[in-house]
């Protein structure tokens, strides 16, 4: 099937688009990249120190992250006030690391702000940028449609207290529904995805120095850390091992991405660096999907530039070194620190995911029409009622961790619809990619695979699976473009000096595609 040609609406890079006058249903951002005086590997070098320094301080003092959460939203208002779609992109990407800083800080937040920030950003974007919503933006708010009615089941079990069951389970499947909404609308120039990756590669540098320095300061103490058979807490900030390894799996993807498109050789290093610490701390907390959801989403970008043979030499590139590397150095380091508890922990393929995910299957046959309803699945062995009167409240009976038998389990035969149109919505969005789609597929990837391990437990699982309907069109601006002087349409100057601008890209350039 070929995607229909694609015409866009380019937009002033601060001034963003109201309406779509040409009714082409896609809106291009970052059209021209803005200027900074610092050399931008500096910049970017300036701000991953930043990141750590802030998650740091966040760890140490919670309340520092409740200052960082009320900045982000007066950062949203303030870009919807504007509606600058660029920084409503640019803080949802940011949001996906800040959310397990927050988490693993214990800040003094509502533990669903990601999600629920990641929903209020779509929601604003929508109605005051764009005209009407897209056939697949339909699809997606019918996905979650389907997951509403058996609500009425959890509020009946649980007399009235259900709306934290129901927030828990729901949070994650509405904010792709509206990600979805949102972002099959948008299109970017070159420059901006790649700020984009950034943004995501420099997030997951809080949650990675809060994790390294909490290990540190543990062996610090002269005690010795003991590694088992079982996710380790102390070498993941004393947070979930689970959540903690997956963004820091993303960060090592949108890392090794940069790695493959970023133009300027300093970059690519730092990019590197940063993707190398955060493998390196995601296979030290021992949980294995964090790094295997990464393996499966590189090995398919492998294969999805395998057929171009200007991107496949960097890819192949980037690749080798990473293999390189992780099998000759890495790997027997970590085995080495860890007495030998590493390679028994990554070659076991025992799981208890999978009774797990028997369960829910058992579940889904007692109630096949709606299921139990949203969070009642851990319910099932012990009633809502008796773990009321206990005293843990059946905290340690294990939930569902595979999103889509949860889905069986909690709403029956519509979550199967409902799973049958999420699928339909991945096809979708490689279908309508052109020259960006081993962007498109990467993320997907990545995202079905932490649903296969995790459900949708943080929003950057959403986020990423949202993103791969975003298409990158255009090319970078031009060497030595013309200085941009002071557009009286914008609310405030554009600064005159620039850094070196990237080189212009090709269908056949290095690098795969004009997409990227």
């Known amino acids: 099937m070929t995607p229909e040609p694609l015409e866009t609406v380019r937009l002033h890079p601060v001034v963003q688009a109201r309406t779509d006058p040409r009714g082409t249903g ?68 940011y949001i996906t690391g800040a959310e397990i800083v927050w988490r693993q800080a214990r800040a003094p937040v509502p533990y669903q702000l990601g999600p629920y920030l990641m929903i209020l950003i779509s929601v604003l974007a929508v109605i005051l940028v764009y005209p009407a919503i897209n056939h697949l933006g339909r699809r997606a708010l019918l996905y979650v449609g389907l997951l509403i009615p058996s609500a009425t089941l959890t509020i009946a079990a649980t007399a009235g207290n259900a709306r934290q069951l129901i927030a828990f389970s729901l949070a994650g499947p509405l904010a792709i529904a509206v990600l979805i909404v949102w972002l099959s609308q948008v299109a970017v120039a070159p420059w901006l995805y790649r700020r984009m990756l950034w943004t995501l590669a420099i997030t997951g540098v809080g949650p990675l120095a809060i994790a390294a ?59 590197g660096l940063v993707g190398a610490a955060a493998a390196v701390q995601s296979l030290l907390t021992f949980s294995r999907g964090g790094m295997f959801s990464t393996a499966f989403a590189v090995a398919a970008l492998a294969l999805m530039l395998a057929n171009n043979p200007q991107g496949r030499r960097r890819a192949v590139a980037v690749v080798a070194v990473v293999f390189a590397l992780g099998y000759f150095v890495v790997i027997p380091r970590l085995d080495n620190f860890t007495q030998g508890a590493f390679k028994e922990r990554f070659t076991n393929t025992e799981t208890g995911r999978t009774d797990l995910a028997s369960s ?56 199967i619809v409902s799973l049958v149109i999420l699928l339909s919505l991945a096809w979708g969005a490689i279908v309508r990619a052109t020259n960006d789609r ?47 002087e ?29 997409a990227l």
């Open 26 to 93: 896609t809106v291009t951002f970052g059209a021209e990249p803005q200027r900074v005086a610092l050399p931008r590997p500096a910049l970017l070098l300036v701000l991953v120190m930043a990141q750590a320094v802030l998650g740091r301080v966040i760890f140490l003092r919670p309340t520092v992250g409740l200052v960082q959460a009320a900045v982000i939203v007066g950062l949203v208002v303030y870009a919807v006030a504007r509606r600058d779609a660029m920084l409503c992109l640019l803080l949802s990407a």
């Open 213 to 271: 320095t909490n290990l540190s300061d543990y062996l610090g103490t002269g005690e010795q850390l003991v590694f088992s058979d079982a996710s380790n807490f102390t070498a993941s900030g004393g947070f979930g091992p689970v959540q903690v390894s997956s963004v820091l799996g993303l960060t090592v993807l949108a890392c090794v991405l940069l790695a493959i498109v970023e133009t300027e050789f300093v970059a690519r290093v730092l990019a």
């Open 360 to 415: 829910d299957l058992d579940v889904f046959a007692e109630h096949p029409i709606f299921g139990v309803g949203p969070g009642m699945t851990k319910y099932q062995r012990l009633s809502y009622d008796v773990c009321k009167l206990r005293n843990d409240a059946c905290k340690d009976e294990a939930s569902s961790h595979t999103e889509f038998t949860r889905m069986l389990s909690e709403h029956g035969a519509v979550g």
């Open 438 to 484: 081993y962007l498109a597929v990467t993320f997907l990837v990545w995202s079905m695979a932490q649903m296969f391990y995790a459900n949708i437990r943080i929003v950057a699982v959403a986020f990423a699976f949202a993103v791969a309907f975003i298409r990158v069109v255009g090319e970078d601006e031009v060497r030595d473009a013309p200085v941009e």
């Open 486 to 514: 002071h557009d009286g349409r914008r609310r405030r100057p554009v600064p005159v000096a620039r850094a070196r601008p990237d080189r212009s890209w090709d269908p056949t350039a290095e690098v795969p595609g004009a």
